[in-house]
């Protein structure tokens, strides 16, 4: 298929959706200008400690984890691919007077806009079923870190999209390891299910094998593999809130989410 088309398919429905999105609950920006942090658990432990260190967000949305960094010392660099979200981003950015870059451009071209090599490369929620090959994002990655710098993502598990959630109930239809690209058309977004907007989007599924290959063939070393039956997310069908404050299906039968922690190795 013409990739290019696809890319620009979905940064056309990433513009759409970003009015949607900061006028949402679900990202609740009122809060956020007020002080409220956008990250969740998982990366807040991975990560620990982010003062005076230099992070690239990559895929950051209009920004507020990559601001969320920043408040907490970071010295941050967000990417997107979305004209509209770089452009609120740039304005939260000011209003919250700090002092993160943001960058407009796909993922897998960010050494052709930043020359760069950062500490922390992050990214999470969403992210690398954008892509159609995982192997040049990761090299991307490992161009942009510094030796010994560490890379992490935490991710919705790729057994996850095996299913078709236009669906009621949602139904079995996806490869673990498709290589052919799943194109959907729905109204509304994750964000608003009644907003007017059609979105349309291409998508490829990567298991889990696929992600630390990539990464490992691109020069990274492991430092661990989790997965998760619970998401901070309340984004998939029939899932509950638990104790802790987090969602998970009646039955655990697999996981929501994965995280993966790397570090580049030194020369």
């Known amino acids: 298929m013409n990739l290019k088309s696809a890319f620009d398919i979905n940064r056309k429905t990433w513009n759409k959706k970003v009015a949607i999105h900061a006028a949402s609950d679900f990202y609740d920006v009122k809060s956020f200008k007020a002080g409220k942090s956008s990250l969740k658990r998982y990366e807040l432990e991975a990560l620990g400690t982010v003062s005076g260190k230099s992070l690239l967000h990559l895929q950051c949305h209009f920004g507020q984890d990559t601001l969320s960094w920043s408040r907490m010392g970071a010295k941050c660099t967000g990417v997107d691919i979305s004209e509209e979200a770089i452009k609120l981003a740039r304005s939260l950015n000011d209003d919250l007077k700090l002092d993160a870059q943001f960058v407009c451009c796909n993922v897998l071209d960010v050494?052709?806009?930043?020359?760069?090599?950062?500490?922390?490369?992050?990214?999470?929620?969403?992210?690398?079923?954008?892509?159609?090959?995982?192997?040049?994002?990761?090299?991307?990655?490992?161009?942009?870190?510094?030796?010994?710098?560490?890379?992490y993502i935490v991710e919705f598990h790729p057994i996850v999209w095996?299913?078709?959630?236009?669906?009621?109930?949602?139904?079995?239809?996806?490869?673990?390891?498709?290589?052919?690209?799943?194109?959907?058309?729905?109204?509304?977004?994750?964000?608003?299910?009644?907003?007017?907007?059609?979105?349309?989007?291409?998508?490829?599924?990567?298991?889990?094998?696929?992600?630390?290959?990539?990464?490992?063939?691109?020069?990274?070393?492991?430092?661990?593999?989790?997965?998760?039956?619970?998401?901070?997310?309340?984004?998939?069908?029939?899932?509950?809130?638990?104790?802790?404050?987090?969602?998970?299906?009646?039955?655990?039968?697999?996981?929501?989410?994965?995280?993966?922690?790397?570090?580049?190795?030194?020369?």
């Open 111 to 151: 050494s052709q806009h930043i020359s760069e090599t950062f500490d922390i490369i992050f990214t999470s929620y969403g992210v690398i079923g954008w892509l159609p090959d995982l192997r040049p994002w990761a090299q991307m990655i490992s161009e942009r870190l510094k030796p010994g710098g560490v890379f």
């Open 162 to 267: 095996m299913f078709d959630y236009l669906e009621t109930p949602p139904k079995l239809k996806y490869g673990y390891q498709q290589k052919e690209p799943i194109y959907e058309e729905y109204k509304g977004t994750y964000a608003d299910e009644n907003a007017s907007m059609i979105s349309k989007e291409y998508g490829w599924n990567h298991g889990l094998g696929e992600v630390i290959t990539s990464l490992t063939e691109a020069g990274l070393q492991i430092e661990f593999l989790r997965e998760h039956t619970t998401s901070p997310y309340n984004i998939f069908p029939d899932l509950t809130k638990n104790n802790e404050g987090l969602f998970e299906l009646p039955s655990t039968h697999y996981p929501l989410l994965f995280e993966v922690k790397a570090i580049k190795k030194e020369p």
